[in-house]
């Protein structure tokens, strides 16, 4: 079940480059029998095989400047693992200077419609398709404007096919003057094409950077790094927790490949996004360490996954600081959110949980505590409250490791936020004619905080 990823603007790329190169090295790292179908499976998963056989990453790389889809293929072919195709990109010689109507309206068209070409291409090379992951930034021109285009465009044309936006959401303290207004508008039209729209936010990985990874000067290498190892947890091969524990396949016995095919991206969608009106999701990811501290740490997995669900009610990034005191069972704080008229408690419910866990004894993983119907909305299905992957391959150096992917309301306090502020500055009318030169008007803005608004009111409402 093959993926192929298209990589947008700076973020999108340099991403995307440190994704495949964490997901070869993590598929290739075990060199024993038993990992024989974890390793082809995942090469045939992001890769495909050139006349040499070298091994191609399935992906369409994507810029209005040239330098960065440079690099990516330089930086790439250097490593002489594996490399990009040269003829599967696309760039113009100038950006679209943080600014998402440049992106949607000047360059989109014609981008959007040779990108697809690309992606058609891609996906002749792969003998079964799993989905398509979209990777880009919300507050930026190329990766959001040109981003949100293309992801309408591949939905119109792959109606079928599972189409998953990998975004990156901008530092709180301000990248970009107006990226308020471009997050509003690539989340507004993203909700329209997009079958699920993962969120990983820059204050998040900077904070893992300094705190668990004790770095002092952190670049967005490091921060790329710390975003291909989570999104490499949840895509790599895995088999359902119900077959592994049935023991419905022995390792070497042939059944693998069945069971991975059945957790593909369009299964991670299908588990975590039954409603069209619930479609972000956060990654959570534990442990995560230097690498000279692995020699001297153990993990059992009652204490990762005791640590992981805290995450989860809290909706902690990491797990150092986290509040200990809410439970499901005490009454909680309450916060009021004056844009939409409700409180929200500082338990973070959840609509739909993906936890996938990866390494040695997973016997004696116990996942009750995730199946809790405390953590999830009254208005949830049971059926799509958890679902539960592993897999006994040790992933990216760690003894033990566990991610979970959810749709939850951890979302809520990020959007209330944003349509704070980006409200403040419409009301003056802030930087609005850098929109109207390209024919964004108020009312187009006005619609999008309309749809977004109504978003942040689904998710606050969930109990």
Known sequence: MSIVTVQLG????????????????????DTTKNSSYYEQESIERFFHRDKAGRLVARAVLVDMEPKVVQQSLTEAARSKKWRYNENSVYYQNR?????????????????????????????EYCDHVGGVMVMM???????????????????DMYPN?????????????????????????????LYKSSDAIMVLYNDQLHKTCSQLLKLKHI???????????????ILQPAVP???????????????????????SLSEL???????????????????????????????????????????????ASISEGMDWTVTPEVPLRQRHLPNIDISVSSLSKSLANLLILRGSDLQSADVSPFKDAKIYSSGASPHFNLQSWVHW????????????????????????????????????????????????SEEDMLECFVSIEQVLKNYASLK
């Open 10 to 29: 700076q973020c999108g790329n340099q991403i995307g480059n440190c994704l495949f190169s964490t997901l070869l090295a993590d598929s290739t790292r």
């Open 219 to 233: 670049s967005f290498g490091d921060m790329n790094n710390v975003a291909s190892h989570g999104l490499a947890s």
């Open 393 to 440: 391959h040790p992933f990216n150096k760690y003894e033990k490791s566990a991610s979970v992917l959810t749709n939850s309301q951890g979302i809520v306090l990020p959007l209330n936020t944003l349509c704070q502020k980006s409200w403040d500055m419409f009301a003056s009318r802030a930087y609005l004619h850098q929109y109207a030169r390209y024919g964004i």
């Open 161 to 189: 096919t599972t189409l998953l936006n990998q975004t990156v959401w901008p530092y709180s303290s301000g990248e970009v003057i107006v990226q308020g207004y471009n997050t509003l508008l690539t989340l507004s039209h």
């Open 95 to 123: 950006g679209s200077g943080n600014n998402w109507a440049n992106g949607y309206v000047s360059y989109g068209p014609k981008a959007a419609e040779k990108v697809a070409d690309l992606v058609q291409k891609q996906l």
């Open 241 to 263: 927790l119900d077959c592994f524990n049935n023991s419905l396949f022995s390792r070497g016995g042939g059944n693998e490949r069945f069971l991975y095919s059945m957790c």
């Open 269 to 315: 969608v299908t588990s975590l996004c039954p409603h069209q009106h619930y479609k972000l999701l956060s990654l959570k990811s534990i442990p995560q360490m230097p690498d000279t501290y692995h020699a001297y740490t153990s993990y059992l997995w009652a204490g990762l996954l005791r640590h992981l669900r805290q995450m989860l009610l809290t909706d």
């Open 137 to 155: 930034s919300v507050a930026g021109g190329t990766g959001s404007g040109v981003g949100a285009r293309v992801t309408e465009v591949l939905h």
